[in-house]
């Protein structure tokens, strides 16, 4: 599932579209999270004038009207030229005058929505803050965290705390910092904190600055592969030896997801020290 490093490498692929006038509209399969609204056409005609990101959403804004653009599971866009051949599972292509724009979905959990009052209260305006801006800092996450007895892990994972720290990233910093994934959020210290929310923007720098990361298909809207997944230590290694102790990496499942830990660097602790 793309997350926030591989919708930010995204949104700056598209950028070439920027004071671009739409030519043409063509759904091909309006099948997604929900389907893909029947008057897109009114674009024809209008510039896009702003991309900007807020989570794991795009927001599209062209002269009249504003849309939201989610990748969902396995959502990618393409900038394409008209005699490019169309590939299975090609939802929408939206006709630049330079580019031919191609929204790709096997799984058809993204969406593509006007980005109205409604979407806006639904979708965005209960989310968490940038976890790369300034409000996401060590004060904030301490209070949010006093009261949450769910795994530490599960916890930065929540939108409603910060947006964007995905599986493969959320591993990454608990790993480098050395907190176990299933520590009980509230028992993390003040310190714990203050590493954790330096190690989740370093992280996600590191992976916006490498283009995301290729684990399976993900590719950015000009066909280019993100290298972060070359620098993981522990997300995806369960059974591989820890780059620092040796220890064998264990594999735990907490929410649905599998979190891949050193049990010697990572210890449980179920209070707070």
Known sequence: MPELPEVETTKTSLLPLLEQRVQAVKIW?????????????KLVGQR?????????????????????????????????QPSDELRKHDHLVIDFEDFQLRYHDPRRFGCILWLDQNNQTKLIDTLGPEPLSDDFNSSYLLEKLSKKNVGIKIALMDNHIVVGVGN????ESLFNIGVHPAQPASTLTKVQVEKLVVEVKRILQQAIDLGGSTLRDYSNAMGENGYFQQTLLAYGRAGEMCVNCETILENLKLGQRASVFCPQCQPLKLKKA
Do not use: V
């Open 29 to 41: 399969n309006a099948s997604l999270r929900w389907t893909i609204p029947d008057d897109i056409d």
């Open 48 to 80: 896009l004038i702003h991309l900007s990101r807020r989570s794991k959403y795009i927001l599209a804004e062209f002269e009249h009207d504003q849309m939201l653009w989610h990748l969902g599971m396995s959502g990618s866009f393409r900038l394409c």
């Open 168 to 171: 493969i990233y959320a591993t």
